[in-house]
């Protein structure tokens, strides 16, 4: 059982998860709507995307250093006020028409948010070994109600200025960025400053070379890869096949929803099974949620479905390899593994949404999805080889 401070500092965490997270998925749910309508080459209409996750790759490095220096508190109060700057150039770009400064508003979004990934690490710290899944699963249950807040308060915000659409979306941002200063204010962690690990840091060489690191790793990557690949082009995907706008937000809502429902679990079928097979069962359900989407072009039939098992998929691959990972280095390496693995995660899942755009624009939402078959094979792959060798090894 873990202590009360322990469940107090979950519960906050999972606050600010549900209120980062819906700001992401608002920016999720129009930057590519907004990105098409200001940009003169449509093949460009999710670099404002692109743009983001780029930042968010930039900003894992300067964020570690920051929160070793000054405090997990400091460093999440410094995301939430660089993402609020964002959302201020957000109203800028839609107010003056302006398809690069809505590329530096989603960046500076995204820097903000590559700290707020950092809240599942915040909860593995602050609980004991034996509650460090159940930890960062129930933290990350907290996305879920960033499915009803995010695109539903994109769509309700979408027409507050009359004349200038999508201008009330980056002011509700504000908002939200707002709220998430003051529950960040409300944390209790563990001060993990010039604290003195009994297991002295090996060589970086060395913990990065474990093969259970780089599975790690690679999982996480292209598992939140995929997931952002296919986000990015479905409300493009949606509005060209005649659906509505509040469409594209109700199929986002229920991405997200699969995003972070299974928070309620994941980290009970991590105990049970162990973090591989939750990884591989979310590589599986990528594969069926691309057999859907291929399957024909009805909103709930073929966009619901497949979207929604995109979500869950995602679940199990990034809660599985952050769990995976934080089981493969000790306490003293903490930070610089960490910042190696958000780096590629987020490096990655820029490439994913930038390569977005350009197929959807170049070859459609069909080629899109076999596109994104690749990626989830090498990580069953990958992680069925490990897991075989591991067993051999043992025996």
């Known amino acids: 059982m873990s202590s009360p401070e322990v469940r107090r500092n979950i519960m906050i965490l999972s606050l600010c998860v549900a209120l980062s997270a819906s700001a992401m998925s608002l ?26 996750m780029i930042a968010m790759m930039a900003m894992t490095a300067p964020s570690a250093v920051v929160m070793a220096k000054m405090g997990r508190k400091f460093g999440f109060w410094m995301g939430a006020t660089i993402a609020m700057m964002g959302a201020v150039s957000g109203m800028g770009a839609v107010y003056y028409a302006n398809f690069w400064l809505l590329c530096v508003a989603c960046a500076c979004i995204g820097a903000g948010n590559a700290i707020a990934m950092q809240y599942r ?15 960062i ?43 998430l200063v003051i529950a960040i204010g409300q944390l209790r962690l563990p001060d993990m400053r010039g604290h003195k690990h009994p297991e ?58 699969g995003m972070y429902a299974p928070g309620f679990f994941t980290g009970n079928l991590i105990k049970r099974f162990g973090a591989l097979k939750v990884i591989q069962a979310g590589a599986i359900l990528n594969f069926a949620c691309l057999a859907v989407g291929l399957a024909g072009q009805d909103l709930i039939g073929n966009f ?65 999805l076999y596109s994104a078959a690749l990626p989830v094979g090498l990580v069953l792959l990958i992680v069925a080889t490990f897991a075989i060798r591991r067993k051999a090894q043992a025996a």
């Not at 080459?41 to 743009?51: G, Q």
């Not at 690490?121 to 930890?135: K, L």
């Open 200 to 257: 002295p840091a090996r060589p970086l060489s060395t913990v990065m070379g474990q093969p259970a690191v780089i599975v790690a790793i690679i999982a996480g990557a292209l598992g939140y890869a995929v997931m952002s690949f296919v986000m990015t082009a479905t409300p493009l995907a949606i509005l060209d096949c005649d659906y509505a706008f509040g469409d594209a937000a109700f199929i986002i809502q229920w991405h997200v929803v």
């Open 304 to 368: 619901w479905v497949s979207l929604v098992l995109l979500g869950v998929g995602w679940n199990f691959m990034f809660v599985g390899a952050t769990t995976f990972l934080t089981e493969n280095y000790r306490p003293s390496e903490q930070a610089r593994v960490q910042a190696i693995n958000e780096f590629c995660v987020f490096g990655t899942v820029a490439i994913a949404s930038l390569s977005a755009g350009t197929i959807y624009a170049g070859s459609g939402w069909g080629t899109l």
């Open 137 to 179: 699963s129930y933290t990350m249950l907290g996305g879920l109600a960033s499915a009803f807040i995010g695109p539903n308060l994109a769509s309700f915000a979408r027409d507050w200025f009359e004349t200038i659409p999508f201008l009330g979306t980056f002011v509700a941002l504000i908002g939200l960025q707002f709220l």
């Open 121 to 135: 690490f915040a909860a593995a710290e602050a609980a004991p070994a034996e509650f460090r899944a159940r930890a």
């Open 27 to 52: 920016i999720f749910t129009v930057a590519a709507v907004i990105g098409f309508s200001l940009a003169s080459d449509k093949s460009l209409s999710t670099l404002p995307v692109a743009f983001m």
